[in-house]
């Protein structure tokens, strides 16, 4: 390899660094109030469950990378390098899916914590004008240069580390005398331990929620000194660093607040429990709600911006048709089109639903189908090998996510005519997606003809 080569590649550090970015998203700030009411003082440990959960299927992801080599994410990954498209299709579609309800998720997030929080009273009396605004604002955004996008994205990475790292590197202040420091001992007295410690499992959705990102983290092997072999080290200690500074947050905030107090508020207001004086409570309350909520706000961006990524993509290589009038671009290359049609149908999506549990375990189930689908792919060619070892791992990756999508079905709604009736707008979009796929596919069919 060439000094120039080498110069354009990153090293161990700088990967790890850049994939724990993209892993942490606003998922730790919107997860532990809905956690911690879930399973009161055990709700930290909802971090390190789903991680426990999610390490099998890191592996088979990473191993995905190796074995279909190329372009293309989750549709190269599930069609096993071109051989079944339609299969790789459903994967890439799936995870779209998936990802709009995530960015649906987080605009009423977005829209509860800014009429809560900041008290903006117009925002809690009509909704369907506040979701107008800021669909049409990010969809705007989205037309911009790359250049201009990836520069919004680089400051609000800034932002939305500064709470976590706050409270982690304070949180030892809490175990050293501070005057706040019996909260702990008041707030979390174990007296339901058994109920609450039965409930961790019902925390899954949430958690599984903020480690959505992870998968990106593989597109990082090109860059990497070393190669693609590096890539599962990377992404595990990626995944290791995000767990332990979830985890910590969470304990820190829990600690702080007490149990009702995060699990009525979230942490947002955690400044306010923090014993320090009157003056120092008003400027950090408003740099921490400034720097959550912008996170709010950047991660539904990047969540719109990946999701329209991928349904150019889908476009440019004419998997599904319509490349006439979605394949238009704009003069910084942005799809117009599909910016809009991905505008209406995430604004038809939280006209259906606003829920914003409902829309976590949506997006969870759409993600977790794409990642089913890779799996079953490397586990055919585990089989074919007969390694044993990349067998059982590919058993536990499975056992893995049927845990995943259990608990994000059943937090869905109480009973299963209403998980149905919610799971509606993913159905549809599925078959949505099927219809638009095999009209293109018999039309290439009578092209070639």
């Avoid at 190796?66 to 079944?84: A, C, E, I, T, V």
């Avoid at 056992?399 to 209403?418: D, G, K, N, Q, R």
């Avoid at 979009?429 to 095999?438: D, E, I, K, N």
Wanted: aromatic share 12%; net charge positive.
């Amino acid at each position: 390899m060439s000094n120039n080569d080498s110069s354009k590649q990153i090293s161990f550090l700088a990967a790890v660094l850049m994939s724990v970015n993209i892993i942490i998203g606003a998922g730790i700030y919107y997860g532990p109030k809905a956690m911690t009411a879930t399973a009161s003082e055990f709700s930290f440990l909802g971090w390190p469950l789903v991680a426990l959960l999610l390490l099998p299927v890191i592996y088979s992801l990473v191993q995905a990378t190796s074995l279909f080599p190329g372009k293309g994410g989750f549709y190269n990954y599930g069609s096993q390098g071109g051989r079944y498209p339609f299969i790789g299709f459903i994967a890439l579609w799936s995870y779209v899916l998936g990802y709009s309800a995530s960015t649906a998720t987080l605009a009423t997030v977005l829209k509860d914590n800014l009429a809560n929080n900041l008290a903006i009273t117009w925002i809690a009396e009509y909704p369907t004008l506040f979701y107008v605004v800021i669909i049409m604002l990010f969809s705007l955004l989205n037309m911009a240069s790359i250049r201009t996008i990836s520069k919004i994205q680089s400051t609000g990475t800034l932002l939305k580390l500064f709470p976590l790292l706050f409270v982690s590197l304070t949180l030892w202040m809490y175990w050293n005398g501070h005057e706040g420091s019996d909260l702990f001992h008041a707030n979390l007295t174990f007296s339901k331990a058994g109920d609450s410690f039965s409930n961790l499992f019902n925390t899954i959705p949430f958690a599984i929620f903020a480690y959505v990102g992870f998968e990106c983290c593989c597109s990082l092997g090109h860059m990497l000194k070393g190669g693609t072999r590096q890539v599962g080290s990377v992404l595990m200690s990626a995944f290791v660093v995000s767990m332990i500074l979830y985890t910590l947050f969470h304990f820190g905030v829990l600690q702080i607040m007490g149990v009702e107090n995060l699990s009525n508020v979230g942490v947002i207001d955690f400044p306010k429990y923090m014993g320090i004086s009157a003056v120092a409570t008003t400027a950090l309350s408003f740099s921490i709600a400034g720097a959550i909520i912008l996170s709010f706000a950047n991660s539904l961006f990047g969540l719109s911006l990946t999701n329209i990524t991928n349904l150019h993509i889908l476009i440019q290589d004419k998997v599904i048709g319509g490349e006439k009038y979605l394949g238009v671009t704009n003069r910084f290359d942005r799809p117009t089109n599909i910016i809009i049609l991905h505008a209406i149908a995430i604004f038809v999506v939280l006209m259906f639903v606003s829920n914003s549990a409902i829309l976590t375990a949506l997006g969870n189930i759409g993600t977790c189908i794409a990642l089913t689908i890779s799996i079953v792919a490397v586990f055919r060619e585990s089989l074919k090998k007969g390694s044993l070892p990349q067998i059982v791992i590919g058993m536990l990756s499975f056992c893995s996510m049927a845990v995943l999508i259990y608990f994000s079905w059943v937090s869905i709604a109480p009973t299963f005519s209403e998980r149905v009736l919610y799971s509606l707008p993913l159905v549809l979009g599925l078959s949505l997606g099927v219809g638009a796929y095999c009209l293109t596919r018999g039309s290439v069919a009578i092209e070639a003809k």
